[in-house]
C-alpha cells in the first residue's frame, strides 16, 4: 500500500510538529475535540511545549496508514 501521507499534503513533513487545530486537516476528523480523545485515549501520540499540544507529522502519518489499513478509527 502507497504511503498515503505523501497524497494528503507533502507540506506536513517539512513542518515536522503541527497544532491541534492543524491536526484536524489531516486527519479523518471535524474537530480539535476528537483529535484531543484521540490523543488522550492513545491513538494518536502528540509531545506538549509549553502550553500547545503538538503532534508530530510521523504520528498522523502512522494513524492515517494504519486507519487505511483497518478501514476503522
Not at 474537530?31 to 485515549?41: D, P
Amino acid at each position: 500500500m502507497p504511503n498515503i501521507i505523501k497524497l494528503v499534503d507533502k507540506k506536513l513533513r517539512k513542518k515536522g510538529l503541527v497544532t491541534v487545530e492543524e491536526a484536524v486537516n489531516y486527519l479523518p476528523c471535524k474537530t480539535s475535540h476528537v483529535v484531543y480523545n484521540m490523543i488522550y485515549q492513545g491513538r494518536l501520540k502528540s509531545v506538549k511545549i509549553g502550553r500547545r499540544r503538538m503532534i508530530p507529522a510521523k504520528a498522523i502519518e502512522a494513524f492515517i496508514n494504519d486507519w487505511i489499513s483497518n478501514k476503522k478509527l
